[in-house]
């Protein structure tokens, strides 16, 4: 499985629609077999979304995504876990040991995030969104 992670100043890029590279990571079975890091094409968050889908990516883990291109994502069978906060490289290890749904990776203002098969960040005005990987 090929996971990516937006990523800034080693930190979880604060908003996917403007991030600029992401960490990826070759996984399997808790493991990491390979990491790099990819650019990605400034400006079109849909081309980013592209370039991640092209390079084998299954699980995009992000801040904070607008409704457009979350909803293209899911559409093209990527699986998202967004409003993500913290480490890189500690939310890498957190995803892979199962304990990514502490409220310590959670975005500022995410209240409540349900893993199981996926996650959950209430916004405001109060709608769910359903994550899956």
Same mark, same amino acid.
């Given at each position: 499985m090929n996971v990516a992670l937006t990523v800034w100043n080693d930190r979880i890029s604060p908003v996917f629609d403007v991030s600029r590279k992401v960490m990826l990571a070759s996984v399997d079975q808790g493991s990491v077999?390979?990491?790099k890091e990819l650019e990605l094409p400034s400006g079109d968050p849909y081309g980013k979304l592209d370039t991640l889908l092209q390079a084998g990516v299954d699980l995009l883990i992000c801040g904070a995504i607008s409704r457009p291109v979350? %909803?293209?994502? !899911?559409?093209? +069978? !990527? %699986?998202l876990i967004p409003f993500t906060a913290g480490e890189a490289g500690q939310i890498l290890s957190?995803? !892979?040991d199962g304990s990514l749904q502490r409220p310590d990776f959670r975005m500022p203002g995410c209240r409540r995030r349900r893993f199981q098969g %996926? +996650?959950?960040? *209430?916004? *405001?005005g109060g709608g769910g969104r359903h994550l899956g990987h």
């Amino acid at each position: 499985m090929n996971v990516a992670l937006t990523v800034w100043n080693d930190r979880i890029s604060p908003v996917f629609d403007v991030s600029r590279k992401v960490m990826l990571a070759s996984v399997d079975q808790g493991s990491v077999l390979e990491q790099k890091e990819l650019e990605l094409p400034s400006g079109d968050p849909y081309g980013k979304l592209d370039t991640l889908l092209q390079a084998g990516v299954d699980l995009l883990i992000c801040g904070a995504i607008s409704r457009p291109v979350e %909803g293209y994502a !899911l559409s093209r +069978g !990527l %699986g998202l876990i967004p409003f993500t906060a913290g480490e890189a490289g500690q939310i890498l290890s957190a995803y !892979l040991d199962g304990s990514l749904q502490r409220p310590d990776f959670r975005m500022p203002g995410c209240r409540r995030r349900r893993f199981q098969g %996926g +996650g959950m960040c *209430r916004r *405001r005005g109060g709608g769910g969104r359903h994550l899956g990987h």
